[in-house]
């Protein structure tokens, strides 16, 4: 691979992503939304607290490649994903006058991927936008794929659109600035890429466990690629989800369950991973799993400081939060599966009494 070029591209029916991962990525935006065409006006979204951290670096980046450019904040958290932020967003764009070939950056999480990405598929019913990944929930997950969307009070993002970004740009210099629980958030997502589609994968994050818990500038480069490849393959395959992508779900209904009822004080990785594990139960309990794989999925979970059960919550409050899942056809939901590790199965065939017991192992009597 030539520097700056892309690592590989992500090829589906209605678009094409470029995707790129190096060290100091955020020194070369500027040439990469330019790569193609440049736009009339190009706006950063992000938070104010990665803006502090980097929103001067991409501004100088732009200069000299897109020199109309503009950084909007909202604030940090999961409450920017709402109707009021998107409104307030629109005003702005309004006033900057950003026309149908502009451009947004999304510069953050994946809150702000999710945000900038949804505004993009609805301003002016669509313009081009990138993702810069700041946290690795965002690297290995959110940036990629084209789903965007916001949260409601009837469950999360549920207000929602496909729309790709033109390309998806990792610093991995970023994370040396992530706190430990976030590292160990976005390792949740890659866990879970390992569990449904690689078993070697698994085995690759134990070996490296030391190494990945330091922040390793090559494992992580190795981690975040790993990652985007497999979700690129699942995407490319099922773009809207209407088949096998919805393996990526894996862990997420009853997580997004948990990470509701906890009013959002768990990261999105650590409600994954409860959900992983009550996920594993459910299949145990279909015949797919042995007892010594959930062990270890337990076991790797725990070993990067990720939670395995849901305090303080009570089981007939998750099931119940379940039904509102997005995934819900027909009145049932519909499950991801592990068929043996590195491997899945999607059903909606699951007893109520099954989905009690898993949801009792996760909760602490």
């Keep these: 691979m030539t520097r700056h070029e892309p690592n590989f591209t992500l090829r589906s029916d209605s678009a094409k992503t470029h995707v790129f991962v190096e060290p100091d990525a955020l020194d070369y935006i500027g040439k990469w939304v330019s790569r193609d065409r440049t736009p009339p006006v190009v706006v950063v979204l992000s938070d104010t607290t990665v803006a502090d951290l980097y929103g001067e670096q991409m501004l100088k980046s732009l200069a000299s490649h897109c020199p109309n450019s503009e950084l909007i904040t909202v604030p940090p958290g999961d409450q920017s994903k709402s109707l009021s932020h998107l409104d307030d967003i629109y005003g702005k764009l309004g006033r ?7 451009m947004l950056l999304a510069l953050g999480g994946g809150v702000i991927t999710d945000l900038t990405g949804f505004a993009a598929a609805t301003w002016m019913r669509g313009i081009d936008y990138a993702n810069c990944p700041t946290t690795l929930e965002a690297d290995v997950d959110a940036s990629l794929g084209g789903k965007t969307g916001i949260n409601h009070a009837s469950g999360k993002n549920m207000v929602g659109a496909f729309h790709h970004p033109r390309f998806v740009a990792v610093d991995t210099t970023c994370l040396k600035t992530l706190p430990a629980r976030d590292i160990a958030a976005g390792l949740a997502e890659s866990i879970k890429h390992a569990l449904i589609s690689d078993a070697s994968f698994l085995d690759w994050h134990q070996q490296n466990a030391s190494a990945i818990r330091a922040v390793e500038t090559d494992v992580m480069s190795e981690l975040v690629t790993k990652n985007l490849r497999i979700k690129a393959s699942v995407v490319e395959q099922d773009e809207k989800e209407s088949g096998i992508r919805a393996c990526l779900n894996f862990g997420h209904t009853i997580g997004h369950a948990v990470e509701k009822l906890s009013n959002y004080a768990l990261r999105h990785g650590e409600a994954v991973a409860v959900g992983m594990v009550a996920a594993a139960h459910l299949s145990m309990q279909k015949g ?20 395995t059960i849901a305090e303080n919550l009570k089981p007939a409050a998750i099931i119940e939060t ?29 007893s109520d009494s099954m ?11």
Aim: proline letters at 4%; a positive charge.
């Design 96 to 102: 900057l006058r950003v026309p149908r070939d502009g």
């Design 288 to 307: 797919l799993l042995d007892s010594k794989a959930i062990a270890r999925i337990r076991s790797v979970l725990e070993s990067f400081d990720l939670p």
């Design 322 to 350: 379940t039904l509102g899942d997005k995934k819900v056809k027909a009145g049932k939901r519909q499950w991801v599966l592990l068929n043996g590790i590195g491997a899945f199965t999607i059903t909606d065939d699951v």
């Design 355 to 365: 989905i009690e017991s898993a949801v009792q192992e996760i909760c602490p009597t």
